[in-house]
């Protein structure tokens, strides 16, 4: 944990003064709807179908259990007991009053938490990759540089109104785990020939209705200039973003309207009068904030060999445990995504449970995966089967992460009032087909992806399978695409005309299907198999007799 | 009359009628040149959330030196104040009906701010290594 000093937390105190004070004004009449919108969103509310929703920031995704405890207290005090952890490392609760907001907010400023900038045309909660620190293939800790952004971003003066939201991923390991070519800016660690420590700067990129993959800006950005060429790029974006049409706001639009050579040359003459300025940064702060992050006492251990464990055991080892810098520790994935529990997920019971766990097993720290799962990053490896049973009671230890089942969706219909369809039934339905443990595990790595509309909070195109809801004269109706990947970066292509909500569940299993039928062998993926025969095969297979029972069709094509 | 707010007072006086106006769309670099004769600039917010202005504000302040009085008109409301000033804004042409006495009290919303500002060249980082 990054913890605060007396003037970080002095600024969010004065957040929650001004929030206060902001309600006050609107409850009075004093401001009208739109400019009081327009602030409520810097602090994460919206008004959805059922009530507003407050999104709250868990910075690039890491927790104390002091604070998942704190959580849990306001999503029973101020809502109905449970919050959902999103795909941007947030927890967003559902049923807050407006006039208690600015109560909450000062509740949790007391655990150093807070809701700035989680939504509204800003520079938004930076995101990384959730094995910082503890990855083999780790060049720096991405927790130090997402925060050294985080207070950068937070109440930049000058892009407090951009265009359109702004998200920055951090990335500090060799393989990208934090979808870099997929934000509006991702930054990915690398060392040059010299061992000097920089970043890939990579722009433009991001989901939603105009999916695309980023450019990179450039190879490699020296550390120090890390916040000046930020500043560059978002000037550039913030003068000449497209204001008139929502739609193609993001910078991404820009980008590509201009040329990423264009865009670069942009940027560069914006920066060449800011570079090695007052901004730049110092190995002073980077050594600061540093010593501010809480760091676990590690003790030296050696490895444990867990061969020829039992199943269901070693399932879970398999696929929910991970591999950790140190010898004798491990980082433990919990699956928020068992069948019948809507992804991400979480009650206030269970959040007390997890930080006592947090503070047993794992130094009470724990992280927000964008998957929304969580992850204890520092587990003794032999207490692995201690943890796994207190998983398994908690029903936390489902052993599917990188599985089919450990399905992403965005809140949806249920919830959300953008939505076109409903998501979290079609989760439910598919985790119910494919319920049996070994068939999942047969069908290998697995990355499926539902969002309720083209806003695509629930990453659908670049899930290996990512499914949309889609409006068809006021019925729901979902379009399924395949071949998206999260790194290497690829989108998905739709597979032809969308399916009724019924038919989903066919189609997905007609899917799978075809990919066993293809595979050369279980070490190719399904997403593998799509790159590698495209998506014809898949297609011919699912729109063939679609209105055949699954269990009728497998009778058939097995005479 | 509409309110202006300058060196965080409140002021009574009519807009000069020569007043030279940047919209969100102007380049400021179109005026580097005159910058020295210049007394008063004033930028223009057509819409409470059109963030342009205050890049043009940084961009005429830091990077061509305008040392001049710089006032924010159009939609200026009180929660924009203290932004407005970080970026170099001095005087503040408050859109109608705003309340006045209430909007001093926006340049205190916060006590310190982590990025340089206009009033404030050391960003936190630098100053805070030295406490
Ligand atoms: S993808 Fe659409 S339906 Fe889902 S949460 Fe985002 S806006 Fe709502």
Redesign the interface.
Known sequence: MYIYDDIDQRLVDERVAQFRDQTRRFLDGKLDEDDFRALRLRNGLYVQRFAPMLRIAIPYGLLSSRQLRKLADIARKYDRGYGHFSTRQNLQLNWPKLAEVPELLAELATVQMHAIQTSGNCVRNITADQFAGVAKDEIVDSFVWCELIRQWSTFHPEFNYLPRKFKIAVNGAVADRAATFVHDIGLHAIQNAEKEVGFRVIVGGGLGRTPIVGHVINEFLPWRHLLTYLDAILRVYNRHGRRDNIHKARIKILVKERGIDKFREEVDAEWAPMRDGPATVTWAEIRRIEGRFTRPAHEKLADVDYTGSKTPFNAWLKRNVHPHKLPGYAAVSLSLKKTGVPPGDVTSDQMERIADLADHYSFGELRVTHEQNLVFADVRQAELSGLWQELRALGLATPNIGLLTNIISCPGGDFCSLANAKSIPVAEAIQRRFDDLDYLHDIGELDLNISGCMNACGHHHVGHIGILGVDKNGEEWYQVEIGGNQWPASLGKVIGPSFARADVTNVIERLIETYLELRDSENERFVDVVHRVGVDPFKKNVYANLDQKPADRRRALAA | MPTLIRNQQIVDEPSPPDLVVLEPTDDPRALAERLPGLKLIAVNFPK?????G???A?LLRE?YGYKGELRAIGVV?R?HL???A??GFDSFQLREGE?VQDALRAFG?????????AAQ??????R??GR
């Open positions: 409470y959330s059109d963030g342009r205050y890049s043009i940084r990077r409301a929660d203290q932004l407005m970080q970026c309340d919303d916060f006590s310190e701010s982590y990025q340089a500002n060249p050391v960003p936190l980082f630098r805070r290594a």
